[in-house]
């Protein structure tokens, strides 16, 4: 009795996803839950060793993920004009917040759960920094953006930083979520300007959230409710199959 997964018993199967790789710009085995529109959710046994390998590529990022380790930083001259615009919407079906009306929603593991609006927010201390946004699609495109230090809010609202995550919820319906790790990281802001203005709609307003040290879909925009919890929270894309971690 075979107690052990053979891939010869899934040649076609594993040809379907080699073909993937190939759409995909050859990435390896280990990285295919990373892939655009390849769902791991099937149930069948090749896409249980696949989402095995994407949590351990997981807890391998995690393990190498340093808080001093800094993503690079730019200058003015390399900023990328215009900046693209990425959803899984087309431009016209991004959502319309109210400003006057925006109140950031806090829960979970925090002392003080009391909603922020933008006046409020825009009263933190408040930093800028020109980085790199990489897209999993295969493209990047420098920025610059400013906001308040996540790491300060975190602290303002009495987060308790032990607790494994923190999840974010957008008007878009988007989700996502990060590693406590990495929400203290310096370089993780709550962005309210692009290019020293307010945000526009097309990239997060009111406010996203912005982690040079992640791959682009886990800079959630248009961000409304925060909650920091030890229950893993998923994401849009993490749950279809991305690495949940996706970061150095």
Known sequence: MKNRLDL???APALRRLDRRLLLRRGLSLGSLSLLTGCNLQDGDRVDRVLWAMSRWNDRVQAALFSPHRLAP???RRDITD???FNAFYPLDDAPEV???DYALEISGLVQDRTPWSLPRLRALPQVSQ???HICIEGWSAIGQWGGVPFRHFLQRI???TRARYVGFRCADRYTSSLDMATALH???ILALDHAGSPLPVAYGFPMKLRVPTKLGFKNPKHVMAITVTNDDPGGYWEDQGYNWFSGS
């Open 8 to 10: 010869r018993d899934h």
């Open 73 to 75: 930083e730019y200058t």
């Open 82 to 84: 215009p900046f693209p």
């Open 98 to 100: 109210d400003a006057s």
């Open 130 to 132: 020109i980085t790199r």
């Open 158 to 160: 009495g987060a308790d």
């Open 186 to 188: 310096p370089q993780t």
